[in-house]
């Protein structure tokens, strides 16, 4: 399927190698009698007041982490931390105090997928992050689903006047668009019913990782509603590209793309990467296109992190998704994410810009690790091969100090993001004068 476009000037394209993408193009949002029809036959009678307790229980978000939180600082402590040992006699508690059967949290294998700090323990945002997955899994084992309220009405009436057509998919198309105060907006514009599309659920569950997740260095979703024919999403205009274009529009415009100059670039992106961390939100697919520019200037440009329609897929049942050539090596292991493997497809993607290896399709142009027949080639070559570190340009001592480790093989090695902006390359301020005022704050929306 197509990666998504948020502003993007070109039309939607095929990765060569893209399987299983979730993202903000692949939706399905059946119409609401087709849906009733279909929903409700699913959840066997037995199960249905369960599932219906369970959707009430989710869809009252603050009133669900209020109870989670009684019972973290009664069995817990307020500032405490969980051990996966201790995990399951707390989840019996948590059952105890939601009415669920024991049986929701039976299996807790993939619990440590969670552990964003990496110290070997849970916080509370994490645990409450696994509890609601848990959760939400558990509906699902009965035939339930989430109950997704996207309101009724046209663009027009929701204040929108379409300007001009951005580009286009066999899913769906982005436009240009003002809003009722005159402010620009991207109207993206989803076809119902697709028949390679994934559940309205899932955009729904972007929209709230864009909402839970703000910040300057990554997406904004305003709203999304529907139609009988469509669905539509409203962000923000991105007009200055991505990275994919970004040197060469950098380089159209006489910039000087020195050593400072991707210092900026980089800081904004794993920047925009701790905070979604932060926010117990993986991405698990980082890379060029879904790096976007701000705006037209690029001499200093904007980055913002786009596209969270893969974001919290930590259920190892999803397997392995992502974008090949930037799917760290675990990945392809163990068909789950880990939050340090966006750490890796970030590597990839300053690797590739620096030793002008992005991929580009059209030209037969393949990333560092995709010079291969088909995917299972690219998962041995990324198992195995080391990144082309001697074709970066430019290239100092302080970026080798910590390049290398974001694309460590072994997941546990690599650093968080939040380390990597503790490297010196990024803090030198007699380097890097434009980051001045703009370090990291350890503030998180959960």
């Known amino acids: 399927t197509s990666p998504g476009l948020v502003g993007h000037h070109h039309a939607l394209s095929h990765h060569p190698f ?9 939706v399905c949002a059946p119409r609401e009698d087709v849906a009733k029809v279909k929903s409700m036959p699913e959840v066997p009678p037995e199960h249905r007041h369960l599932v219906e307790r369970i959707n009430k229980m989710l869809e009252s978000r603050a009133r669900f982490k209020l109870k989670m939180e009684w019972v973290w600082h009664r069995y817990v402590g307020r500032r405490g931390t969980l051990t996966f040992d201790e995990l399951p006699a707390f989840l019996l508690k948590v059952a105890e105090k939601l009415e669920l059967p024991s049986s929701a949290f039976d299996d807790t294998d993939f619990a440590f997928m969670y552990d ?20 939400a899994s558990f509906r699902k084992s009965l035939g339930g ?42 109207l993206k514009v989803y076809l119902k019913g697709q028949a390679n599309a994934v559940s309205l659920d899932d955009l729904r569950e972007e929209m709230e990782n864009m909402k839970r997740a703000q ?6 979703c305003h709203e999304i509603f529907q139609d009988a024919q469509n669905l539509y999403m409203v962000s923000d205009p991105y007009m200055g590209g991505d990275l994919e274009t970004l040197q060469k529009k950098a380089s159209g415009s006489k910039v000087d793309m020195t050593e400072e100059w991707y210092r900026w670039i980089f800081f904004q992106a794993f920047t925009g990467l701790d905070h979604l961390h932060r926010c117990c939100v993986v991405h698990c697919d980082i890379k060029e296109p879904n790096l976007m ?3 037209p200037s690029y001499e200093w440009p904007e980055i913002v992190i786009i596209d969270l329609g893969l974001a919290s897929t930590l259920k190892p049942s999803r397997g392995a998704c992502g974008t090949p050539g930037y799917m760290p090596p675990e990945t392809w292991e163990y068909g789950a994410w880990f939050p340090r493997g966006d750490v890796f497809s970030m590597g990839v993607v300053c690797v590739q810009m620096l030793s002008n290896n992005i991929p580009n399709p059209g030209e037969g142009k393949p990333g560092i690790f995709q010079r291969a027949q088909n995917v ?15 074709s970066m340009y430019p290239k100092s001592e302080r970026l080798m100090a910590w390049l290398p480790r974001c ?24 380097d890097s004068p434009h980051l001045c005022g703009r370090r990291l704050k350890g503030s998180c929306c959960c």
């Open 116 to 135: 964003f700090t990496g110290d070997g323990a849970l916080e509370f945002k994490e645990a409450y992050t696994f509890i609601k997955d848990k959760i």
């Open 293 to 295: 520019v701000k705006t």
């Open 215 to 220: 910040h300057p260095n990554l997406a904004v």
């Open 407 to 430: 694309l460590c093989k072994d997941f546990q090695l690599r650093p968080k993001p939040a380390e990597v902006l503790e490297y010196p390359w990024f803090n030198d301020e007699d």
């Open 376 to 390: 299972q080639e690219v998962a041995q070559l990324t198992k195995t091969i080391e990144p082309p570190y001697d």
């Open 145 to 186: 689903h989430p109950i997704i309220a996207v309101p009724f009405k046209t663009p027009a009436e929701a204040g929108y006047k379409i300007q001009k057509f951005l580009g286009g998919g066999g899913q769906g198309s982005a436009h240009l668009a003002s809003d009722k105060h005159n402010q620009s907006k991207v």
């Open 18 to 26: 893209h399987f299983q993408h979730r993202g903000i193009v692949t």
